[in-house]
């Protein structure tokens, strides 16, 4: 037998649920990690004959899974958790969020919220997120700092804000956050206009040259409610879906946000076009904003990821909490029990997510050769007794709680519960001074 193999970290689980293949579970196995990557997966008594690992992490009773992707989130808005609730759409965002962030927003609160943020994605086992808002270059320098990886929204809308004065403004400075991190291991970037109703026809095919020419992806909130349905018949003479076709934008690099007014013929579109659908069950719920078909867009064969929406509206980024909403609900709408099964519920929180992104060949399964994304979550708490079927609880019984470690790019962020060079403390003081000064706006 040759001299074992030297490498930087050796992860043995109970179990392993690698998502690709689909519903495989390997039981005593071992995630073998060198440089950041997945150099082998295989039974831990070969792995400990083959590989001479300078740390190794033993878990006994735990599930190891891909880190869970938040296809969709305002993190910043952490700081606006529990402002404004039990409001419609339209209400909550034009007379509650928008006038306040009109007072607050800048790169410190962008900074502080995202901060507050990672710790509760990493808390509940996420290790990545699709952000979508403003000042992206604050909130890219807060996610490398951490470590986290992030794919950060460059925005694009037609009224004035703190971050850009004019549409040439956006344009520029979000050419600008997207050059300064091109190729960055962690941050990437894509376009993120905010919505069809507030980003005009000229915006939207500037953004679909650039996104072309940069190749990244188009993050957008689309057929929220019946509402945004209507008002774009009235004015565009077309429904958003229709109009965004006419203007190029749905192909493969469309992140359809919400989507809870597609039609059938919509879904078959989104189907042949490649476009991801961005499902945001309880924000959806909460904001009574309709329901997403998603059983429809699964069997269609969309790409359907899972995304938190922000603190604002949700009010949390329990990833684990929102595929179990999303699997009940898809069961309710489609009147079918067998519908978005748990299996497809964890790969759209993990691999789905991470394709809708353009990260589908980096992150989101187990496999050989992609990164080490990886989240360790305790089945031995009451909750999860008896133990019948690993993918099962994971969907239906699992706690972010029980969530004990969590790597990115083979970095340890999380272990046994605490988060690893965090000072949590500061942070949490930032966002108690964040809600006086906001608590005491008129």
């Known amino acids: 037998m040759g001299t074992p193999r030297s490498i930087d970290l050796l992860i043995s689980a109970r179990w392993i649920v690698p998502v690709e293949p689909d519903r495989v579970v390997l039981e005593n196995h071992a995630v073998v990690i060198d440089d950041g990557a997945i150099v082998a997966v295989l039974p831990a008594a070969d792995a400990n004959s083959q590989f001479a690992p300078r740390e ?8 190891l899974i891909p880190g869970l992707v938040n296809a969709h989130t305002h993190n910043p808005m952490t700081l606006l958790r529990g402002l404004a609730d039990d409001l419609p759409l339209m209400t909550w965002l034009q007379e509650h ?5 009109a007072k607050v927003i800048g790169a410190e609160f962008v900074r502080d919220g995202v901060e507050l943020a990672i710790a509760e994605m ?9 952000e979508n808002y403003f000042f992206p270059d604050a909130q890219a320098q807060a996610y490398k700092a951490h470590g986290f990886r992030a794919m ?13 004065k004019d549409r040439d403004g956006y344009f520029e400075r979000a050419l600008a956050v997207h050059d ?19 980003v005009a026809d000229e915006s939207f095919e500037r953004i679909r040259t650039l996104a072309d020419q940069l190749d990244i992806p188009v993050h957008l909130h689309l057929m929220e409610t019946a509402r945004e349905v209507e008002d774009s018949r009235r004015e565009h003479g077309l429904r958003p879906l229709q109009r965004l076709q006419k203007l190029g934008l749905v192909n493969d690099r469309l992140i359809a946000v919400h989507m809870t ?13 490649g476009v991801s659908v961005a499902h945001c069950p309880e924000s959806n719920l909460k904001l009574a904003s309709g329901f997403c078909p998603a059983e429809k867009l699964r069997r269609a064969g969309v790409n359907l990821a899972l995304g938190t929406d922000g603190c604002a509206s949700n009010n949390d980024l329990d990833m684990f909490g929102e595929l179990r909403t999303a699997a009940l609900l898809a069961k309710g709408v489609a009147n079918d029990a067998a519908a978005f099964d748990d299996a497809f519920a964890l790969r759209a929180a993990t691999l ?3 394709r809708a992104i353009g990260l589908g060949e980096t992150i989101g399964s187990i496999e050989l050769g992609k990164r080490a994304d990886l ?3 305790r089945m031995d708490e009451v909750e999860t007794q008896p133990l019948y079927n690993v993918i099962s609880h994971l969907a239906y019984a699992v706690s972010r709680r029980q969530v004990s470690d969590a790597w990115i790019d083979g970095q340890r962020k999380l272990a046994n519960g605490a988060l690893v060079d965090f000072d949590l403390a500061g942070v949490l003081d930032k966002a108690r001074r964040w809600s006086e000064r906001i608590a005491a706006l008129d």
Do not use: K, M
């Open 375 to 377: 989240v360790a979550v």
């Open 352 to 354: 789905n997510g991470a």
């Open 122 to 130: 990493l808390r509940g086992g996420t290790t990545c997120c699709n």
């Open 152 to 164: 950060v929204g460059l925005p694009i809308i037609e009224f004035p804000s703190a971050w850009a």
């Open 97 to 101: 969020i928008w006038p306040v962030e």
């Open 261 to 273: 007014q597609v039609s059938d013929a919509e879904i078959a579109v989104c189907a042949e076009a």
């Open 180 to 198: 300064a991190w091109r190729g960055d291991a962690l941050i990437g970037t894509a376009f993120a206009p905010h919505a069809p109703y507030t």
């Open 56 to 63: 190794r992490v033993d878990l006994h009773e735990h599930a």
